[in-house]
């Protein structure tokens, strides 16, 4: 028997390769298939099944693409309706893998197809689970994602209880819970940073399996303090059950370099520049109207929160020897319209003889200062449960997940402070909101962790029972 986690740090997604006896299984596999088939060709064994707990909203599974390359079946839990042909398994239904028996534990309540796969090892003892977006280590999937006329978010957490308790709780405590993401998802609210655990552990730590939590406190917990999904989460769930463009053709379409006339071109025809380099070379200097969602932050979610449209032409700067890395991100959440990306970065631009704009900087030491003279104002865009915890005296909150549904809500004429945790996604915001006209921006170099460390006044939050 042989398990191994493939954990994607930018989608915080776990998916899984199970071999035994040469037979190969994978679970909730991302687009790219390469990784998959070449471990499986390097280690003589071919894949046979491709299972899916549910239908995924945060990223385009490759589980079309990977059926189509290796002849392998797709496997969706009771309840999925897919537009490809797949395998709808029963509850109850159990598949073989080499020696390994896989069960299907049909556990609606994050969506109503979700399911858990129970592995069974060589000798017939239960091993693990891979429970997808139903149980989380430290945390269950919202409920809120596959929300039907006749199925409230209430209703689904409800389901998740049952699930819960009738399905997985009276598993042995000695097996392995293997799910399909950790901290920094936006599947759950409060994700432990580890990635797998005992169940028995869990039972102990997560406050989802406490033996005395009632039903109506579950929903209750459950549903409060989740925010709005990013817009791009019902489009990834329609790609993924009805499919979408081969994910080769999707690279070679974008694996282009771009001449500064092309870029002109493309921009004319309603194109956009995503620029992906650090923070710090984009504050330095970019083409105007260029958004910023830097590679290394949380790019693949920012993107498909910010850039509405799934079929939104893109061209791409991206630090050299990183652009197929920028393209295959975004195909991992569903973009596959980009044309390409700029040779030669800015550098070539302004040799072509355009300019560059700035963001101005401020040091979080100056923020007192600053913020004293007239017309300015803090804008704080971190997430409001990060602003509500502590906040500069008199900041105002603006969100960057919401900033594409309230860029006319602020004053033109107002020079704002713009700062969230770290700095990313303050240029971000700043990157986006230029783009639509402001020009009174400065960032706060550093944001919310500088600022913490100078003699700012800080509003906390106090509890009103301490």
Known sequence: MYIEQLYTNCLAEAAYYIESEGEVAIIDPLRETEP???????????????????????????????????????????????????????????????????????TPGHTPESSTYLLFDENGKEHCIFSGDTLFIGDVGRPDLAVKSDLSKEDLAGLLYDSLRNKIMPLPGDIL?????????????????????????????????????????????????????????????????????????????????????QLKTALSEGAIILDTRGKDDFKSGFIPGSIFIGIDGGFAVWVGTLIEDLSQAIVVVADKGREEEVVMRLARVGYDNCLGYLEGGVDA??????????????????????????????????????????????????????????????????????????GYRSV?????????????????????????????????FVCPNS
Not at 61 to 71: E, F, M, P
Not at 192 to 207: A, H, P, V
Not at 360 to 388: C, F, I, M, T, W
Not at 413 to 422: A, E, G, I, Q, R
């Open 36 to 106: 998959y088939i070449n471990k499986a060709k390097e280690r003589n064994a071919r894949i046979k099944y491709i299972f899916e707990t549910h239908f995924h909203a945060d990223f385009v599974s490759g589980h079309v693409d990977l059926a189509k390359k290796t002849g392998a079946t797709i496997v969706f839990g009771p309840k999925a309706e897919t537009s490809f042909d797949s395998h709808i398994a029963k509850d109850g239904e159990t598949f073989k893998i080499g020696k390994l028996t896989l069960k299907v534990l049909h």
């Open 428 to 460: 971000v915001a700043i990157s986006l909101l230029m783009r639509v006209g402001y020009k009174e921006l400065s960032d706060v170099t550093g944001g919310i962790q500088a600022i913490l460390k100078t003699d700012t006044p800080i509003t906390e």
């Open 349 to 422: 631009w302004t040799q072509a003889g355009g300019e560059l704009n700035t963001i101005r900087q401020v040091a979080a030491g100056e923020l007192n200062e600053e913020n004293a003279k007239d017309k300015h104002h803090v804008l704080d865009v971190r997430k409001p449960s990060e602003y509500e915890s502590e906040h500069v005296e008199g900041a105002s909150n603006f969100p960057l997940d919401f900033i594409n549904q309230h860029t006319a809500d602020l004053d033109k004429d107002t020079h704002y402070l713009v700062h969230c945790k770290s």
């Open 177 to 261: 819970v293997y799910p399909a993401h950790g901290a920094g998802s936006a599947c759950g609210k409060n994700m432990s940073s580890e990635t797998f655990d005992t169940l028995g552990n869990q039972k102990k730590t997560n406050y989802a399996l406490a033996e005395d939590l009632s039903k109506d406190d579950f929903i209750k917990e459950v549903t409060t303090g989740i925010l709005p999904p990013p817009q791009y989460f019902p489009k990834a769930v329609q790609l993924n059950k009805n499919g979408y463009m081969d994910i080769d053709e999707v690279l070679k379409n974008a694996n282009i370099n771009l001449s500064v006339d």
